[in-house]
């Protein structure tokens, strides 16, 4: 349970299980190849990749290889990219860690003894200092013993990409190799090249499905979903033939072939109307529930960009916003969709989302090659401006959406007067998410992007106010050249006694960044000059803020008095200003010396 508090791991059972209850037909030449590469004596290559196009299968084997290979799958996560918390680096470590804990109890009781597990200090660490600390160095003080390679397995690694950068596969690039050779990772994802190149260095021992192997699955599948229909038919084997011809080897053709034949959108009797690949079956589903073309197009088509264009399942609340119509029509509306957008509920709310990602890549395709094309740009661009009526709005009710992807919509759009606007609604706490959540690279984008739009319409006070939070944030990502230079830059700007309690902030700010590079002395002078600025000012949270940084300083230095006396002084200033976060330090350095 303090486990379970603590790391708010993702579960992944609901997925599993809706993969699961479709059944797997085949793959056995992959669990060999897996089993294989897991019993090698040389463990140097560090990743096994399952490389493969959209709808191949490779959740479901991921779903199988997880549920029934329990005694060598010690962790597994499925990334979904319209599930943010389900492609978050910082929340995958957490979520794997969690997952492992519960199946070797060595690494169990040594997460127990993290001081961040006891005192909840994780949400302080970026994914690569949580990798190191949930993961890496407890695996590698966990007693080996001759133990046979465990599996962490990670689906669809190519889905936890957003706005251009895929920090999960940095972070496993950079620090996969940390892990001790016992454990093996096993990643699925699509050939793309911003996936493939940085993890050249694990070693990577690839697999593509489009091989022979996959093809005698798919007919396998067909021969056991159609056996009714193919049952006494002289041509059995040649619409087989035909019906793998046109899926092109993957899984999700065969699969909505077989559901729309069983529906009697299909007939094995004319093969000339067989969709020619994924995108055939698409085409066939959208003039079947779309007959009227200048209807789909008024009607339709933009709330469909709206839901390809959300950076996440869509609640129906939103959808009601884009519609401009009651709940229970925007119910309707979603229900007269069709099975490709199924009504959804999550996260107690009612979501419509595609069923598959790739759905949503041809949707968003050429318009001139795809009658029924969606626009993603103008659906994100339309619930942009949703968001920032909804907060600018003090009697709207709260919305999840708006309150967890408002400033992703606007950094994309680079709408940066009102990024501003939302970094003030205090709703949003979009600061506190940056600077002490954990998201840190949104951060750092919308930051720079509005400290620049302020710079240039010579609002110079604010800009520099916002630097402060900027270099937090570079320091959180371990950025502290980065994170200096901001600092010294705003210091440099913020003159005069307007700007006393800006300076105070990055004079702290700056000597935590010193404190964190072993400059004590430096640091120190940095606190000394702070503490003074907030005396003038009388900001209780300021003073706290430094004592308990000098008392850091103290610690280190083995002047035990000193940083008692200092902790005493902080905790005082701090329940003043209520901030919970420096009583906690400050006891954190009392703690040590008894």
């Not at 590469?37 to 290889?65: C, E, N, Q």
């Not at 920090?167 to 454990?183: F, G, K, Q, T, Y």
Request: hydrophobic share 40%.
């Amino acid at each position: 349970d303090q486990l379970a508090q603590c790391l708010k791991p993702i579960s992944s059972d609901s997925r599993i299980h809706e993969l699961i209850k479709k059944g797997l037909v085949g793959r056995n030449w992959l669990v060999e190849a897996i089993e294989e590469w897991r019993g090698r004596s040389d463990r140097s290559s560090r990743l096994f990749w399952i490389m493969g196009a959209p709808g191949v299968g490779k959740s479901a084997f991921v779903a199988h290889l997880a549920h029934y290979g329990r005694d060598k799958v010690i962790a597994v996560q499925f990334c979904q990219y319209d599930k943010p918390d389900h492609r978050s680096a910082q929340r995958v470590v957490r979520t794997l860690a969690f997952q492992i804990a519960t199946r070797i109890p060595d690494f169990r009781k040594l997460l127990l003894t993290l001081p961040e597990i006891k005192t909840g200090g994780l949400d302080q660490k970026n994914a690569a200092e949580l990798f190191d600390y949930l993961l890496a160095n407890p695996l590698g003080n966990t007693i080996d013993g001759g133990r046979e390679r465990y599996l962490i397995v990670i689906d669809a690694l190519d889905e936890a990409g957003a706005d251009g950068r895929n920090e999960l596969v940095e972070m496993l690039a950079h620090n996969a190799s940390r892990l001790p050779d016992w454990i093996g990772l096993v990643v699925t994802s699509r050939p793309e090249s911003h996936v493939v190149a940085p993890l050249q260095g694990l070693r990577p021992q690839l697999l593509n499905t489009a091989t022979e192997e996959n093809c005698a699955d798919i007919l396998e599948f067909l021969e056991h979903e159609l056996a009714s229909h193919l049952k006494n038919r002289p041509d059995s084997e040649r619409l087989v033939e035909q019906i793998l011809e046109k899926s092109e080897g993957v899984f999700l053709y065969v699969e909505c072939f077989c559901h729309d034949l069983h529906l009697g959108h299909l007939s094995l009797d004319r093969p000339e109307e067989y969709p020619l690949g994924l995108s055939g079956i698409f085409y066939q589903y959208f003039h079947r529930q779309f007959p009227d073309l200048d209807e789909y197009r008024t009607r339709f088509r933009p709330a469909i960009s709206a839901i390809i264009g959300a950076r996440e399942p869509l609640p129906l609340p939103m959808l009601q916003r884009v519609l401009n119509c009651g709940i229970d029509e925007a119910r309707d509306f979603a229900r007269s969709l069709g099975s490709l957008f199924p009504l959804l509920r999550e996260r107690d709310n009612e979501v419509v989302a595609p069923y598959h990602k790739s759905l949503t890549d041809w949707l968003d395709g050429n318009p001139a090659t795809n009658t029924y094309a969606a626009d993603r740009a103008s659906g994100a661009m339309q619930l942009a401006s949703i968001c920032v009526r909804t907060f600018s709005d003090v009697h709207a009710d709260p919305i999840g959406y708006v309150l967890r992807q408002t400033a992703a919509h606007l950094l994309s759009e680079q709408r940066w007067g009102d990024l501003f606007a939302a970094i003030r609604a205090p709703q949003l706490r979009l600061l506190d998410r940056w600077t002490l959540g954990g998201e840190l690279t949104e951060g750092a984008d919308c930051l720079k992007g509005v400290i620049e739009y302020l710079t240039r319409n010579d609002d110079d006070r604010l800009a520099v106010g916002l630097s402060t939070q900027l270099a937090q944030v570079y320091a959180r990502s371990g950025e502290h050249a980065a994170a200096e230079c901001t600092l010294r830059d705003a210091l440099q700007r913020a003159s005069g006694k307007s700007k006393l309690l800006t300076q105070c902030v990055a004079w702290h700010e700056l000597g935590s960044i010193l404190l964190c590079r072993g400059l004590h002395g430096k640091a120190s002078a940095c606190y000394r000059r702070a503490l003074r600025l907030a005396k003038k000012t009388s900001n209780s949270l300021e003073m706290a803020a430094n004592l308990v940084g000098l008392a850091a300083i103290a610690s280190n230095a083995y002047d035990h008095r000193k940083a008692m006396k200092l902790c005493h002084e902080g905790i005082v200033f701090a329940s003043k200003g209520g901030d919970v976060r420096q009583i906690v330090t400050a006891r954190k350095i009392l703690a040590n010396f008894f």
